[in-house]
T-cell receptor
Framework: SAVISQKPSRDICQRGTSLTIQCQVDSQVTMMFWYRQQPGQSLTLIAT?????????ESGFVIDKFPISRPNLTFSTLTVSNMSPEDSSIYLC?????????????FGAGSRLTVL | AQKITQTQPGMFVQEKEAVTLDCTYDTSDPSYGLFWYKQPSSGEMIFLIYQGSYDQQNATEGRYSLNFQKARKSANLVISASQLGDSAMYFC???????????FGKGTMLLVSP
């Protein structure tokens, strides 16, 4: 299965700053997905990142707050802008690949952000 | 409405016993897929098992099996012979036809004791 590397693995950020999370995949993939997991909560899809086009955002998430880049088929970034403590979460990058008869989502190890 | 529900916030089991984690879903679409993921305290999401809505047999992967009851709209995960390393958060997830992404339930925390 695909190997996904995310950086940073964790960070402590100050309110009002922005942080960019990088996601590198060891194979070319069409779609990459960014999820957020707030403390003690489930995963919520932020957006789908397609190479060569604008990301598609889910309800409640906007490009100004979570700009995404997808410069090629193996790489994407998610920026969390103007952070507040409510943005403290794990942010996970994922890709879909065929396995066991289904298109399975494979996840990176996540980026754990704490905003003070 | 399309929805996925895990009603057990936490479950406790002794080592070597079997445990069932519940998952129910709501959809009117005939085509969908059901997934289970494990999230240890380190945070990564590990794919465990998949069941397609048209699959006749219940899925099994090693110690994991999926008790799929289509009429009841349930897809419970059964872990046999629990091990200490099974202690983690478990998420049920669903993909509806025409969608590339997964929608996750709230998760169940499983603690396995010696």
């Amino acid at each position: 299965s695909a190997v996904i590397s995310q950086k940073p693995s964790r960070d402590i950020c100050q309110r009002g700053t922005s942080l960019t999370i990088q996601c590198q995949v060891d194979s070319q993939v069409t779609m990459m997905f960014w999820y957020r997991q707030q403390p003690g909560q489930s995963l919520t899809l932020i957006a789908t990142a397609n190479q060569g086009s604008e990301a598609t955002y889910e309800s409640g998430f906007v490009i100004d707050k979570f700009p995404i880049s997808r410069p090629n088929l193996t790489f994407s970034t998610l920026t969390v802008s103007n952070m507040s403590p409510e943005d403290s979460s794990i942010y996970l990058c994922s890709v879909g690949e065929q396995g066991l008869g289904a298109n399975v989502l494979t996840f990176g190890a996540g980026s754990r952000l704490t905003v003070l | 409405a399309q929805k996925i529900t895990q009603t057990q916030p936490g479950m406790f089991v002794q080592e070597k016993e079997a445990v069932t984690l519940d998952c129910t879903y709501d959809t009117s679409d005939p085509s969908y897929g059901l997934f289970w993921y494990k999230q240890p305290s380190s945070g990564e999401m590990i794919f465990l098992i998949y069941q397609g809505s048209y699959d006749q047999q219940n899925a099994t992967e090693g110690r994991y099996s999926l008790n799929f009851q289509k009429a009841r709209k349930s897809a419970n995960l059964v872990i046999s012979a629990s091990q200490l390393g099974d202690s983690a958060m478990y998420f049920c997830a669903m993909r509806w036809a025409g969608y590339s992404t997964l929608t996750f339930g709230k998760g169940t925390m499983l603690l396995v004791s010696p």
